[in-house]
């Protein structure tokens, strides 16, 4: 799955939560969690790549300054900024990550409060 794709379904999932049926209807709750769970992980497999394109870029990027002769400093300052547009994009992605696992926590635990409500035992 691509990455656009993955990010409008974990977005998308995390819409479909904050509805009505998203508060109160367990199984829809879940099937919505199985949704951004899956989503998530593949989110996260593009963010390793991306995590790994940026080192390797960041390390070229300095060599080829170190090569010009630029000083280390200056270097690695240039390396920075030309990678800065994918780091950004990286840390927005884990944002939306990290997010997602917290719902996908409080949704498993509205699971199951409402599962104990329809039993009776609450």
């Not at 992980?41 to 995590?51: F, P, R």
């Amino acid at each position: 799955m691509d990455l656009q794709t993955s990010i409008k379904g974990m977005l998308d999932a995390r819409s479909a939560l904050r509805s009505p049926r998203g508060i109160n209807d367990p199984s829809y709750i879940s099937e919505q969690m199985q949704r951004l769970t899956q989503f998530c992980g593949s989110v996260e497999e593009h963010l390793a790549e991306l995590e790994e394109k940026i080192e390797v870029d960041e390390m070229n990027i300095f060599n080829g300054w170190r090569a010009d002769g630029k000083s280390v400093n200056q270097a690695e300052t240039l390396a920075k900024q030309e990678v800065g547009a994918l780091k950004g994009q990286v840390k927005k992605l884990k944002r939306y990550v990290d997010s997602s696992w917290s719902i996908i926590g409080v949704a498993q635990s509205r699971v199951n409060h409402l599962s104990k409500v329809i039993v009776g035992q609450i």
